[in-house]
């Protein structure tokens, strides 16, 4: 193939010619990232622009239709119709209430056979929305307790402690109970006792036992919360508890009465007395007439009954 042979000129002028190129190949490149530098800026201040026009709007709407705009938010998230959206709100209310029945009636059992076999054990339970689970409201009681659901008789879906399940009052049974400390002598030195709470999720499986709820001892209980008229500690930190945004109930058992307390929003709901087999009413634990009913009825225990893996036995029929 023949090679043709350019003069100098010519050379020079293409070699100039590339070089343009490429210098104008570097200043589209920098005005493209200036582009992208000012429409980032662009988004960003209209994100912003829009966030004020929503805090406006929220402003002008109130609580109400701030409410109503995260609901409508939530279900373009979900990809579900406004009437299956409120199906699935109803049915978890629904299910938050059965587990609300199903613990307490559990706790009464729990202090039922307390009085029963004179024994004084208390106990407190918090039913809590995992994925909204704040990790600094909660924490291991003490270095001293092990946690008692990493035994092996847990392991397995057919073996976790579901409120459904004989292994629920199982965990209810030891946290509640006392081991005596005996020196080499066999001398009584006093007794292991199990503090803390018990957590159970909306799945309805205990997946926690001996938590601390942080915060009990600061100013935030008397501003999140009303005032006992009784109680100790183990009250404390279940009304504080049940004021936290994942704890949907507290109850507590009464390690000195016996007494079950229901404990939603930081308030005391009701209270179960089972050695009068009575409910405690707000008027009756405040002493004071008043025309408010509470948020939820407890369910009512008959004397001397209690519930042996899920089925009623009647202790007075029995002896007789």
């Known amino acids: 193939m023949p090679i043709k042979l350019l003069r100098r000129t010519t050379y020079f002028r293409l070699l100039d010619a590339a070089r343009e190129r490429d210098k104008l190949r570097e200043e589209r490149e920098a005005y493209e990232d200036s582009i992208r530098a000012l429409q980032c800026q662009v988004d960003e201040l209209r994100d912003a622009l829009a ?10 709407a109130g609580i109400p239709g701030l409410v109503e705009r995260r609901v409508e938010e939530r279900i373009l998230e979900m990809s579900v119709s406004r009437r299956r959206f409120e199906q699935l709100a109803e049915d978890r209310a629904q299910l938050v209430e059965l587990y609300i029945e199903k613990l307490t009636s559990l706790a009464c059992r729990f ?3 307390s009085v029963e076999t004179q024994h004084n054990r208390g106990l407190l339970v918090l039913l809590v929305d995992a994925r909204n689970m704040d990790p600094g409201h909660f924490s291991d009681f ?18 976790q402690p579901h409120i459904f399940s004989p292994n629920a009052y199982n965990v209810f049974e030891y ?3 006392k081991e005596l400390r005996l020196s080499d002598e066999g001398d009584v030195l006093g007794y292991e006792e199990r503090d803390g709470a018990l957590i159970v999720d909306l799945c309805g499986i205990i997946v926690r036992t001996r938590q601390m709820v942080e915060g009990v001892r600061s100013y935030k209980v008397y501003s999140k919360v009303e005032r006992l008229m009784d109680g100790s500690a183990r009250h404390s930190a279940a009304i504080y ?7 949907l109930v507290a109850i507590a058992v009464s390690e000195e009465t016996n007494h079950v307390t229901v404990f939603r929003d930081g308030r005391f709901v009701q209270a179960y007395d089972p050695h009068g087999d009575r409910i ?5 634990y405040f ?8 948020s939820r009825v407890l ?4 004397p001397r009954r209690h519930v042996a893996n899920d089925l009623d036995v009647d202790l007075d029929a029995a002896e007789s």
Do not use: K
């Open 241 to 247: 508890g049940s004021s936290l945004d994942e704890v």
């Open 51 to 60: 966030d004020a026009e929503r805090s406006r709007a929220d402003t002008e």
């Open 142 to 159: 003490h270095e001293g307790q092990a946690e008692y659901l990493d035994h092996d008789e847990f392991r397995g879906i057919d073996r």
């Open 299 to 302: 369910p009512m225990t008959p």
């Open 175 to 177: 946290m509640g109970g």
């Open 287 to 294: 002493g004071e007439s008043s025309s408010e009913q509470p």
């Open 280 to 284: 405690i009413s707000r008027a009756d």
């Open 111 to 113: 202090a039922l056979e």
